[in-house]
Structure formats: C-alpha cells, structure tokens
C-alpha cells in the first residue's frame, strides 16, 4: 500500500505506524480476551480523535479494557468514579488557596483528572446532569474553562465512558447533546464458552499476561493527521449523504416505515462521525481507501447511539440497528 501525494509524511512512515497498531491490538487482545471489535473500535477511535461509550453489564472487562489500552499506547491515564455526589470542580479542578514561600496563601488553580490523554470515566450515567455537562467542553473543543481562564488539554485526549446496561435505578441518561460527541457507542458482550475458559485459565493463576507498551503519543497523533488524508470516492460519500437523509422523518421521500417509527435521525455531525470512522477502519487494516464494506463495519457502534425510535417504533418492537441497516443497503443499492 503506498499514500497518494499530499501525504503529509512517507510511505514508510505510514506503514510502521500501522504495523504499530497492528502489535497494539495483538497486546491488548493478550489481556483482553474475545473483544476483538471493541478492541479495534477502540484504535479507531484513537486515530480519529474520537471518543468511545462502552456499555456492557457489571465483571465484563470494560475497566480492563481502558487501563489495558493505556498500557499498550503509554498514554496518560486518569480515571473518576462517577457518582451523584460527583460536582464539575472534581472533573475539571478548581480554584484553591496556596502558601507561597513567603508563607502567605494565594489562589491557584489545580488541575482536575480531567487534564489526562485517556480518561476512563467509570458508569457516566450515575452523575447528575450538571457533573455530566463538564465533559462538553473538554470532548468538543479538548478545552477546559476553570477558574476564570480557559486551559488546552494534553494531546491526544480520548474519553472511554462506561455505563451498565442493566442497572437503571439512581441513573442519569445521557441528553442527546452530550451522547452525540461519542464517535462510536460499543457493546462489551458476554464472552463465549472457550473466551470465558480462557479468561478463568488467565486470571485465577499464578500471573497474568503482561502488556507492552507499543504505541506513544507522537505515533497516534501521526495516525490522526494520516487518517484524513484517506481518500472516499464520490459516489461512496454520495451514498452516505443519501443514506442519512432517509433517516429523517420529516423529510419527503423517505420510506413509510421511517416516517412512522423514527422519532429523529441522524444529524450531519453523525454522517461525519460515519465516514471519519471508516477512513479510521480502512487504515487499520491496511488499505488507502473507504469502501461500503468500511462502512458497514463501523456503521452500527458509529450510529446506535444517534437514532431513536419514537413510542410507535418502541411498542411495536422495532429494532433500530436492524432499521438503520436496511435504509443504509437501500441507499448502496440506489448509488450502485
């Protein structure tokens, strides 16, 4: 595979980094085990500058995950509990009295966990609106404004937020504004019969597997300036754009079963999200390209979290993933 000129670095170059990534996801895959799409949902994000919700019940690994992926990246590494008693100055930090040499106090801003490259933070859902919105900033514009001043973030900055499925009683739901800045929404699964043998044989040992580290900073910020010069055609970018029209409710020409069932579709921020996140898949895996396949691959953790049924769509048991997977082939077959 060779870059198209205005690369902005060698081919060579190109290809170390992606045999980087490549050894990056064999060393997280040592630890964790059968979260293979995760995994690379997770690198995706990365050289996309994205950030992740990863969703899944309680003891399947979405803590390991993260603290795993920053052992394999050498990235800074902060995490936060999320609770309700959890208040913005603990995300962000706040302004404190501090003795100077001469023993008198002055007000100095110390920085919250938040000023990290990866930042897990743990069961997002059970912090209060209020706590939840200090991430807005920061995973928008990778600025904080605290303390009267407004501060950069370390680069690259990623945010890895889990919330437990099952457990709803004392949470707090995500408002769309805040839900729509996660490039991709990731399901943790249940591992299988020989990946849960395999995580027994691993953990209840003597020693586990030991991460390397891989990947630096320098690397994925180099993976986030190749990742834009990844060529879409036209006619596959045409696709997208007609694709998420007929997403739209309110617009004319869109499918009977749309209109009916689909409270509101996927916004232009999503679309964008959609063909970034396949420049990000076709790079993985070695090609200079975004084809439908690309798209497929990444359309449903791209977009889960961007498409809501409305209560006609909800009683009568339509599956949104299924839905949105049907109007995207129907958008391929018409560009076709």
Known sequence: M??????????DDLQRLLADLQRARAEIAKAVIGQHAVIEQLLIALICEGHVLLEGAPGVGKTLLVRTLGA???LGFSRIQFTP?????DVTGALALVPDSEGRSRLQFQPGPIFTQLLLADEINRATPKTQSSLLEAMQERMVTAGGRTMPLPRPFCVLATQNPLEMEGTYQLPEAQIDRFLFKSIVSFPGEAELDRI?????????????????AEDILRGQTFVRSVPIASHV???????????QPDLEGVSAEVKKYVRFG???RGAQSLVLAAKGHALLNGRFNVSFDDLREVLLPALRHRFQLNFEGEADGVDPEKLVQKIFEDAVRSAS
């Open 85 to 89: 008693d959890l208040m913005p100055a």
């Open 237 to 247: 970018r045409l696709a997208v754009a007609r694709f998420v029209r007929r997403t």
């Open 266 to 268: 996927i916004s232009p």
């Open 72 to 74: 394999a990246t050498g």
């Open 200 to 216: 027994l044989d691993l953990t209840t040992g003597h020693a586990g597997e030991t991460v390397q580290q891989v990947l630096t």
């Open 2 to 11: 060779s870059a198209p000129e205005g690369t902005p670095s060698a081919p």
